[in-house]
């Protein structure tokens, strides 16, 4: 560490990288943002957070297009881009600004979305973080934080770090609630087990919301099936969860407010699916363990499909 | 039969089934017409047929509302609805037509569809007939025939049947090429083993035509993969296909102009699905063998649920 304060390069400036690197910033770190198509806004006017936990203005220390005008390695890259491996090479975006003494800290949906990074920076310390979060780019400059917001952070692929406790006090002085596991790999399987089928069926099954999905007796058999089929992958890689898991899962979301997943908003939209993130990785995952995930499978076919009109 | 020719009702005033009336009209039988929405239009004026076997016109012997005006019990019930066995109740429809002699003959798409009629009437013979054709409605009164015709004509369950010798003599005098089988559920089966990917890829794909779903590597292997459950279906219950069934579908199928499935046009016209003939019956089928099908019975959650919104 540089100083008291580490530095921080937010790379990817949507709604998630700019609300946390906003929230590390309001607690005294310096951080620079890497940014592309907002640069201009975001350059002159900075950010504007509209939060329930109150609003707040983020400017940046620095704005910069790319890595190479980073300047002197900071202790961490946050990376908070989509995770689209087949458009986005995220080792090349940020391989300028990393040092030998650089933590690559992700905070992206889904599996296994650290391993390219891992790969290529074999001696950096990847972190890795599930954000809980309802956050909105409403305009370029311009963020809504509708609800929660809480992360959960830990080494990849498993183990504990001294850099993540120290994120974990800036996200508290910030006020965002922040837990430290050593087994980031259980967190992600079991974020998944929710996403599989209610990101997936959203898609697939015409533009249904989560009481949709619950509503039709079909759907909601094949939404627990599909979540059985995660836990046994999970299971597989030595995380086993509660016999109550499901079923829980299955009372939660049948609580909440009519959901629209974010699978669906970027289908909506036209944009890049996370197919890979939510389903690409857990198909390999159970692939090398010979897993038999024949509806999982389907579903990975169909998105893939349904993904071909996408704006990349 | 009461005379040389035939008395034949017509039920379901679409594509197919004027399409086919038309035929048996212009060979000499003696067609009535049920016939509801259309009912003022083709009183009035018949139906004109633009065919690539030679336009014609026909003249329903008498167009009616509904089978009570039908008078003396015909020699045949043509069914050709859409079959939407939740929506539409077939024996309630056509019962009032029916003599101890009358013959009930469907040309509709799927399988087991012609089970609730045979339960309905006990005594009456079914007859049933798959349809190879591209045929549509497009005005009150107006058909456009593109391609193909062939019929494969048989009884329900399966066996042999006068009255299907005598259907196929008038479909082939009037031009309409037209085998008999005696085990038409061998021949929904196989019409199946295409129909369940095909249909099912093209709506959960996000508007794709039989192009989109074999050039996309995990889409293929999934078509695939449902097209050998449809065999393991069609196996249990003693219908075994050739080992080249499968490859020659899919040579087929490339060959073909990209096409856009029936499934497909009905979802974009917001109209509903035809899921139980060509998912439904099938997974109650192997659901009564104990099948595991996993794959055909997402696809069923995933089109239940999309169809939810039709306006039905």
């Known amino acids: 560490m540089k100083s008291e304060m580490p530095e921080i390069l937010v790379v990817g400036a949507g709604a998630v990288g700019t609300f946390y690197g906003a929230k590390l910033a309001s607690a005294g770190a310096k951080v620079t943002?890497?940014?592309?198509?907002?640069?201009?806004?975001?350059?002159?006017?900075?950010?504007?957070?509209?939060?329930?936990?109150?609003?707040?203005?983020?400017?940046?220390?620095?704005?910069?297009?790319?890595?190479?005008?980073?300047?002197?390695?900071?202790?961490?890259?946050l990376v908070a881009l989509k995770y689209l491996p087949q458009l986005i090479d995220t080792a090349e975006i940020i391989r300028a600004a990393i040092g030998p003494?650089?933590?690559?800290?992700?905070?992206?949906?889904?599996?296994?979305?650290?391993?390219?990074?891992?790969?290529?920076?074999?001696?950096?310390?990847?972190?890795?973080?599930?954000?809980?979060?309802?956050?909105?780019?409403t305009a370029p400059g311009f963020l809504h934080h509708s609800d929660y917001g809480r992360l959960v952070v830990g080494r990849y692929p498993g183990g504990s770090s001294e850099k993540a406790e120290l994120l974990k006090n800036l996200f508290n002085k910030s006020g965002v609630e922040c837990a430290i596991t050593d087994d980031i790999m259980k967190t992600r399987f079991l974020k998944l087990v929710w996403n599989v089928p209610f990101n997936a069926i959203s898609v697939l099954g015409n533009h249904a919301d989560?009481?949709?999905?619950?509503?039709?007796?079909?759907?909601?058999?094949?939404?627990?099936?599909?979540?059985?089929?995660?836990?046994?992958?999970?299971?597989?890689?030595?995380?086993k969860f509660?016999?109550?898991?499901?079923?829980?899962?299955?009372?939660?979301?049948?609580?909440?407010?009519?959901?629209?997943?974010?699978?669906?908003?970027?289908f909506e939209a036209g944009r890049p699916m996370e197919v890979?993130?939510?389903?690409?990785?857990?198909?390999?995952?159970?692939?090398?363990?010979?897993?038999?995930?024949?509806?999982?499978?389907?579903?990975?076919?169909?998105?893939?499909?349904?993904?071909?009109?996408?704006d990349k």
Chains 1, 2 share one sequence.
């Open 210 to 239: 989560t009481r949709s999905m619950l509503e039709n007796k079909l759907s909601c058999e094949l939404s627990a099936q599909l979540m059985e089929e995660v836990c046994g992958i999970s299971e597989a890689y030595g995380r």
């Open 33 to 77: 943002l890497l940014c592309r198509s907002d640069y201009d806004v975001v350059k002159e006017n900075g950010i504007e957070v509209k939060s329930i936990d109150g609003d707040l203005h983020f400017k940046p220390s620095r704005v910069i297009r790319k890595a190479s005008e980073c300047g002197a390695p900071p202790d961490f890259v």
């Open 101 to 137: 003494d650089t933590s690559i800290f992700h905070i992206q949906n889904g599996i296994e979305i650290e391993k390219e990074t891992a790969l290529a920076f074999p001696n950096n310390e990847i972190l890795s973080a599930v954000a809980f979060i309802c956050v909105t780019r």
């Open 276 to 310: 890979e993130a939510i389903l690409g990785n857990l198909v390999r995952m159970a692939d090398e363990k010979k897993l038999d995930i024949p509806r999982i499978r389907t579903l990975y076919g169909l998105l893939s499909l349904a993904d071909r009109k996408a």
């Open 242 to 266: 509660p016999d109550d898991t499901i079923e829980n899962y299955m009372v939660y979301t049948r609580k909440m407010k009519p959901y629209k997943t974010s699978m669906l908003v970027d």
